[in-house]
């Protein structure tokens, strides 16, 4: 029988990936099977169909990359894919007898039985019977045995062997179930640590109209809720000397200094700022020593400064005079996102960016004062003028503006608001003397599609239609058109039905992820990509798994609804944040934290 070779290689350039197969073929000879086991990479597969003696696939998103890829039948096995019949269907009517199957229990078999009966002439069904031991599809021995004898009896099915899950012999599966034992107990000792969730270990009760009834522990011993765990002193703590130095070009190709986490600005809309609070900052000296340090150790072009809102960061006058002091010795580039524009920023971008290549960015969120209002963005339409001034006076022509559409209350009033904004700013740069101007003026305006977000206050805010979204761009498109500066306006909108599908997960139950497994097996696959997001499969797992998307998108919530993650304590309670979703209908705005503390909870940290 062939050798066969299981460790997985885990390499991304293709020229090592080819070497090291053909050393392991060198090194075993030529009875050396080679298996690969696909887990769904497209990029490699179609390589290693080419290297490889067999390719192992799991999923039916896997058996379908396969099929595009038109990897030879001869060289696929097929394990722990057939779940449904129709499924087998699907498989056995592209693969017939070309490939070697893997059968879970009883019932696959029987599947196979019915093709074989049916298609005699397309010759003999390979199949490897799966002894398992705590797997719902998994046999026991004696089921094994009889699947073996029943495949002796008929035609066009050969069974090469069993394929063993947990071990050969009986003395191995009673160990594995003691392993099982063990596992259970660990999981119970494993709830118990703060900061830590099992979800085996909690059950969850649905009423008549599909929300929570109650969601309770299992056992006695483990905890009602889930703390989440914090470091308050980050700077006494671990940071990266030597960050590793990719060998490919990389998206994020530079150092990241991190200055602070957390947030002080408290928008309704945002996940982060309400999930890292409080505020905690790195000492400056520690951030000069962290910066020399890893640029020494990787030689990058380029350092970022990281964090939420880093003009927010106390020290960073000090801190950004010391690095374009050392940048400018090293010849490296400095980052400066999340800055808001005003003197100081706009005197430290001057120096640190090349005017004619870079652009400026606001984060608006909305188009009238009213509805900034609404989500506390606490940035005026006089500050956001007054700032794209002061750019356009000191050399940028170019502005980029993020906005949303959908939010709460929002009005067209509210949409059109966006175009008035950008026209405003583009009246601005043409009210200085064209011969002190830099060319022509580029507004880029961007619209995201709002998506509520738990631990937010709009948590209990209804969601936009996709055609909805749809509407509300393109009242703002015209509205745009209809502007005496409209060619120095560019207007960009994200897609509407990936933000639907956003606002399903992002507020998703337990139901929702079965959903997410249904649709890996129709093929979902990198649905980031737009060349390999399929609606249809979406659409197809939510109604076998009998979902009504509609409950988790348009429908607004009681102010005493159980949420899905209100087992999970986060440090701001529940209580601030319907008090800030209030306060959003009232169009009143919230101080920020260094302003006023407000009661959001976090301060049990005792920091921020």
């Known amino acids: 029988a062939a050798k066969k070779y299981g460790t997985p290689l885990y390499v991304f350039d293709l020229d090592i990936l080819k070497e090291q197969t053909d050393r392991i073929r060198a090194g075993f000879g030529p009875g050396i099977s080679l298996c690969y086991a696909m887990k769904a990479n497209p990029f490699l597969t179609g390589y290693m169909a080419q290297w490889s003696d067999r390719i192992e696939v799991c999923s039916m998103g896997e058996f379908r990359i396969c099929r595009r890829l038109q990897v030879p039948l001869e060289k696929l096995f097929i394990s722990g894919v057939m779940k449904k019949r129709d499924d087998i269907r699907e498989i ?3 693969c017939g007898n070309k490939c070697a199957y893997t059968v879970e229990s009883p019932l696959h078999f029987q599947y196979f039985a019915e093709w074989s009966e049916e298609h005699p002439e ?20 004696d089921t094994v045995l009889e699947i073996l004898k029943k495949a002796k009896e008929l035609p066009g099915i050969e069974a090469e062997g069993i394929h063993y899950f947990s071990g050969t012999q009986k003395k191995n599966l009673k160990r594995h179930q003691k392993e099982l034992a063990y596992l259970d107990e660990f999981l119970k000792k494993a709830a118990q640590i703060p900061g830590l969730y099992v979800p085996a270990l909690y059950e969850v009760c ?5 929300t929570i009834a109650s969601f309770t522990p299992t056992d006695a011993s483990v905890p009602a809720s889930v703390e989440k765990q914090i470091v308050m002193d980050i700077t006494d703590t671990y940071y990266p000397k030597a960050p590793v130095v990719p060998f490919i070009k990389a998206t994020q190709d530079r150092v990241v200094l991190e200055i602070q986490r957390g947030c002080i600005r408290g928008c309704r809309f945002c996940q982060a700022g309400m999930l890292y609070r409080p505020t905690r900052e790195r000492d400056v000296e520690f951030l000069k020593q962290k910066a020399v340090e890893m640029l020494d150790a990787t030689g990058h072009e380029e350092i970022s400064l ?3 809102s880093s003009s927010d960061y106390s020290q960073l006058p000090e801190l950004v005079n010391f690095l374009m002091e050392e940048c400018d010795r090293r010849g490296v580039n400095i980052s400066l996102p999340s800055l808001r524009i005003d003197a100081f920023s706009l005197d430290v971008m001057k120096k640190v960016q090349d005017i004619k290549k870079s652009s400026l960015t606001f984060a608006p969120e909305a188009g009238s004062q009213r509805l900034r209002d609404v989500i506390n963005k606490g940035l005026s339409r006089d500050v956001i003028l007054e700032g794209a001034g002061k750019a356009f006076e000191g050399g940028w022509n170019k502005v980029k503006l993020y906005f949303m559409l959908g939010l709460p209350t929002e009005t067209e009033d509210d949409m059109k608001g966006i175009a008035h904004l950008c026209e405003e700013i583009a009246e601005r740069y043409y009210e200085i003397p064209k011969d002190q101007r830099n060319g022509k003026c580029q507004i880029t305006a961007s619209t995201s599609f709002f998506v509520p977000k738990p631990f937010t206050p709009f948590q209990w805010a209804p969601m936009c239609r996709e055609e909805e979204f749809l509407d509300r761009a393109r009242i703002v498109r015209e509205e745009i058109h209809a502007q005496l500066n409209q060619k120095s306006i560019r207007y960009n909108w994200h897609e509407a039905d990936v933000t639907v599908l956003e606002g399903i997960l992002a507020r998703g139950d337990r139901k929702v992820g079965d959903a997410i497994l249904k649709a890996y097996e129709h093929g979902a696959l990198f649905d980031a990509w737009s060349e390999y997001y399929h609606p249809e499969y979406w659409k197809e797992a939510f109604a076998e798994c009998g979902i009504d998307t509609d409950f988790y998108t348009i429908r ?3 102010d005493d609804e159980i949420f899905p993650w209100d087992f999970i304590h986060i440090g701001v309670t529940k209580k601030f944040l319907l008090r800030e979703w209030k306060r959003a209908h009232e169009e009143t705005v919230t101080p920020n934290c260094r302003m006023q503390c407000s009661g959001c909870g976090a301060a049990k940290y005792q920091g921020g």
């Open 122 to 141: 397309d010759g003999v069904l390979r199949l490897y019977p799966r002894l398992t031991s705590g797997n719902q599809f998994g046999m026991d021995e």
């Open 306 to 308: 990281s964090s939420l």
């Open 556 to 558: 607004e919530r009681s």
């Open 206 to 210: 649905y009423k008549e109209d599909g």
């Open 92 to 94: 056995l009517s592209y």
